[in-house]
């Protein structure tokens, strides 16, 4: 099955500063890529998506880049607030609906 | 809010023990899945129903089984509870034909 990991684990940042998460996929008919966002006590909140016939989609100061080649994507939050800190977690799909997980991230947003 | 509802927030049992968790999906989402979320496995895929039928299965123990029911709602029922099935319980839902999963807030299970 699919396998997706993510890194880094922990990403610490200054407020403003750019955060970039990074995620692989082992699966070369994954053609959709979902960004969770979990706060804590809370479940996964979609962030972004992208499908494999688009090679970048941004939604103000989030983006995702995919590079199917390499089998990569990764999350890119641009201008960080302290409300960004969370677990991102990265997913994958070959269109079965059933997604792959990462581990997730904690990503830190130091005022 | 993702429109998808859990009940219970909380539940603590004993080893042995049987609970149901239970699912709203959004309004007019037909698909509603399981994952099982700990911290060694990360969130892992239970199972999914499509309009009330299994449509498909993942790391789903034997011990777990799960139903959709004619007004939507699904309930996941977990049998002769181990210490390892705590974790937390999430349901997601998406559309017909879509990919999109909208998560509810889950259900925090804690086996004794």
């Known amino acids: 099955g699919e396998n997706v990991e993510q890194h880094p684990s922990t990403l610490s940042v200054q407020e403003g500063d750019s955060a970039v998460i990074k995620c692989t996929y082992s699966?070369?008919?994954?053609?959709?890529f979902p960004w969770y966002k979990q706060e804590l006590g809370k479940g996964p909140q979609l962030i972004i998506d992208?499908?494999?016939?688009?090679g970048e989609k941004k939604d103000q100061r989030i983006a995702v880049t995919l590079n199917k080649t390499a089998k990569h994507f990764s999350l890119h939050i641009t201008e960080t607030q302290p409300e960004d800190s969370a677990v991102y977690f990265c997913?994958?799909?070959?269109?079965?609906?059933?997604?792959?997980f990462g581990k997730g991230n904690q990503v830190v947003v130091i005022p | 809010d993702s429109g998808v509802t859990q009940t219970p927030k909380h539940l603590i049992t004993a080893t042995g023990q049987r609970v149901t968790l239970r699912c709203s999906p959004r309004s007019g989402d037909l698909s509603v899945y399981w994952y099982q979320q700990s911290l060694d496995q990360g969130l892992q895929f239970l199972i999914q129903?499509?309009?009330?039928?299994?449509?498909a299965k993942g790391n789903i123990l034997e011990r777990f089984s799960a139903q959709q029911f004619p007004d939507l709602h699904s309930e996941l029922n977990l049998s002769s509870l181990e210490l390892g099935d705590s974790a937390l319980y999430f349901c997601?839902?998406?559309?017909?034909?879509?990919?999109?999963?909208?998560f509810g807030p889950g259900t925090r299970l804690l086996v004794l």
């Open positions: 992208i499908r494999s016939n688009v």
């Open positions: 997601a839902s998406s559309a017909h034909r879509a990919e999109t999963q909208y």
């Open positions: 997913a994958a799909s070959n269109g079965n609906n059933r997604l792959a």
């Open positions: 129903y499509y309009n009330g039928e299994e449509r």
């Open positions: 699966d070369s008919a994954s053609n959709y």
